[in-house]
C-alpha cells in the first residue's frame, strides 16, 4: 500500500487525532489534517513537537512509523507497533531460526543487488557502468571480501564529483543524502513490520546499538536509487534540507519504476522485498524478490507534506 510521509518540520506544532484524521495544529490554529489511512510515515524533525497518546497509539494501530529526527536530519528513534501482521509470531520464530549460512547467503543476494543499482546510476551520470559490474561475480557468500566497500571507493566520487567523501556529519550533499536515507529507512521499516519480521534481528548489520538491523540490510539494494535523486537535485541548485528538497526525496518513494516487474513505484519493490525475505525463512522460497528499478520514471501526484 502507498502512502504520504509526512513531516514536521516547524518547531512548535502539535499532533492530535480527529474522527481518523492527523490533525497539526500551531497553537490553537489548524494547519492542516490528514486521513490516518493514508500516512506512510510520520517523521518528525523540528523541536518542541507534542504528540498525544491518541496519536501515538493511532499510528501503532496503522502500522506506521513515527521516525524521530536529530542531528543532521538522521534518525534517533522509530516507534514501531507491536503487531505487525497476522502470522507475525511464526515468522518470527522463523527468521530466529534462520541458519548463518542461510543469514551470509541472503546478504550476497543484497550485496549484488546494490551493485547492480550502483551500476546502473553509474550509467545514467555517463560513466561506465563496467567499474561496479565487474565486481558484482566477485562477491561470495556472505562478502567475506567486502566487495561492497571495495565498489563504493569507486562509485561516491564518479557520482557525487571528485573529492567528495560520504560523511554523515557532513552538510550539503551529505545532509541531503542522511535526509534521503531517512525517507528511505522509514519505508523500509514500515514494509518489515508489515511482513511480520523484527527489524532488530538482522542478517549483516551487527552493532548492539543498533534496533533497526535488518531495514538497514533491506534498504541497501535501493540506496542508490535515493543517491541518483541527491544528485539529480544538487545539479539542479540545492545545497541545504530546504522544503522543496525534503518534498522532491520524500517523493522518489512514490516514482514509477521500470522494474523486473514492470513498472512499479520504488516503495512497493521494498515492501516486496520484505515479504519474500519472510517466505525465505519460512521455506517458501529460495530467493529474494528485488523487483529492482531499472530506470525512474517522474510522475507528477505529490506523496509528501511537511508541517
Known sequence: MLG???EIAQDGRRLSVDRGFLV?????????????DDIAAVIGNAHGLGYTKNVLVALAERKVPLVVSGANHSPVAFLWPLEGHHEQAGRMDSQLDASLPLKKRLWSQLVKAKLQQQ????????????????????????????????????????????????NQE???????????????????????????????????????????????????????????????????GASTVNPEAKRQ???????????????????????????????VFAGERDKLDFALPLRPLLFTESGSSAF
Not at 497539526?24 to 490516518?36: C, F, N, S
Not at 566477485?138 to 560520504?166: C, H, L
Request: include cysteine.
Open 119 to 166: 551500476a546502473a546510476v553509474l550509467e545514467a551520470c555517463g560513466e561506465s557502468p563496467a567499474l561496479i559490474t565487474a565486481l558484482i561475480p566477485k562477491v561470495r557468500i556472505g562478502d567475506p571480501d567486502n566487495i561492497e566497500a571495495q565498489a563504493a571507493r569507486r562509485y561516491w566520487s564518479r557520482v557525487m564529483g571528485e573529492g567528495f567523501t560520504r
Open 170 to 236: 557532513g552538510d550539503g550533499i551529505n545532509a541531503l543524502l542522511n535526509y534521503a536515507y531517512t525517507i528511505l529507512r522509514s519505508a523500509t521499516a514500515r514494509a518489515v513490520l508489515a511482513a511480520g519480521l523484527h527489524p532488530s534481528l538482522g542478517l549483516f548489520h551487527r552493532s548492539r546499538q543498533n534496533g533497526m538491523r535488518l531495514v538497514d540490510d533491506l534498504m541497501e539494494p535501493y540506496r542508490p536509487v535515493m543517491d541518483w535523486r541527491v544528485r539529480e537535485l544538487h545539479r539542479a
Open 4 to 6: 504520504r510521509i509526512v
Open 249 to 279: 526525496l520524500a517523493h522518489t518513494l512514490y516514482l514509477d519504476m521500470d522494474s523486473e516487474a514492470g513498472r512499479t513505484p520504488l516503495m512497493v519493490c521494498v515492501q516486496r522485498l520484505a515479504v519474500s525475505l519472510a517466505q
Open 24 to 36: 497539526i495544529r500551531d497553537h490553537e490554529q489548524e494547519l492542516g489534517r490528514i486521513p490516518l
